[in-house]
């Protein structure tokens, strides 16, 4: 699978958009983005996966380059709960390794009052 | 729904004794991952089932092993106990292998 490289660190005020940035350049045609967090002390939570198109859900948008070189989590209206560390995961579209979640450091996203 | 279900949620154990940890996916979901979760390591994929098969494995000693049951519910066991295994132990379950993972809140493991 793709290596990801994401910033150790973010900051965000309450209420306004925390925008997550990840690089994956060595990702190959067939291989997802997967964003995932994860509270202290509990288990990872999804949160929007895509392939090449943007995404949105009720939890987020996800949008990638046109070169799927990179892409960006966005949390519309951040609140104190969206506290957490974020992952962007480059899974394999198949193989052996497809049923597998390799997870990097993440980011740590504060969301101050 | 309910959501993928791990017990117990705590233990502790002494080096050089062997446990079993246990998981229930979220109904209809016939793939389970586990993975460990250290502050040193981060999480580590430990292994995946299907269909009671074993797809894919981590880079983990033979101590760790798993299986998988009929009605798709998992344990995992690991025996002879090292202090080094003292983790966070999650547990995953897709729909199918690929689809998207639903954790469960993990199975504290202290090894004294």
């Known amino acids: 699978d793709a290596k990801t490289t994401q910033p150790t660190s973010m900051d965000c005020a309450e209420g306004r958009a925390a925008n997550l940035p990840c690089n994956h350049s060595t990702i190959s045609g067939n291989e997802y983005v997967y964003w995932y967090r994860q509270i202290h002390s509990q288990g990872p939570q999804y949160i929007i996966h895509?392939?090449?198109n943007n995404e949105t859900n009720e939890m987020a948008s996800l949008i990638i380059t046109e070169d799927r070189k990179s892409s960006t989590l966005i949390l519309p209206h951040a609140t104190l709960r969206d506290t957490a560390v974020y992952y962007c995961i480059v899974r394999g579209g198949g193989g052996t390794s497809y049923g597998k979640l390799t997870f990097g450091q993440g980011t740590i996203l504060t969301v101050h009052p | 729904k309910a959501g993928v279900t791990q017990t117990p949620r705590y233990l502790i154990k002494t080096r050089g004794q062997q446990v079993t940890l246990s998981c229930s996916p979220i109904s209809g979901h016939r793939s389970v991952s586990w993975y460990q979760q250290t502050p040193g390591q981060g999480l580590q994929f430990l292994f995946e089932y299907f269909s009671e098969t074993q797809r894919n494995k981590g880079n983990f000693p033979g101590r760790f092993s798993g299986r998988q049951f009929s009605n798709s519910r998992s344990e995992m066991n690991v025996s002879t106990l090292e202090l080094g295994d003292s983790a966070l132990y999650l547990c995953?379950?897709?729909?199918?292998?690929?689809?998207?993972?639903?954790f469960g809140q993990g199975t504290r493991l202290t090894v004294v």
């Open positions: 995953a379950s897709s729909l199918v292998t690929g689809a998207e993972a639903f």
């Open positions: 895509g392939l090449k």
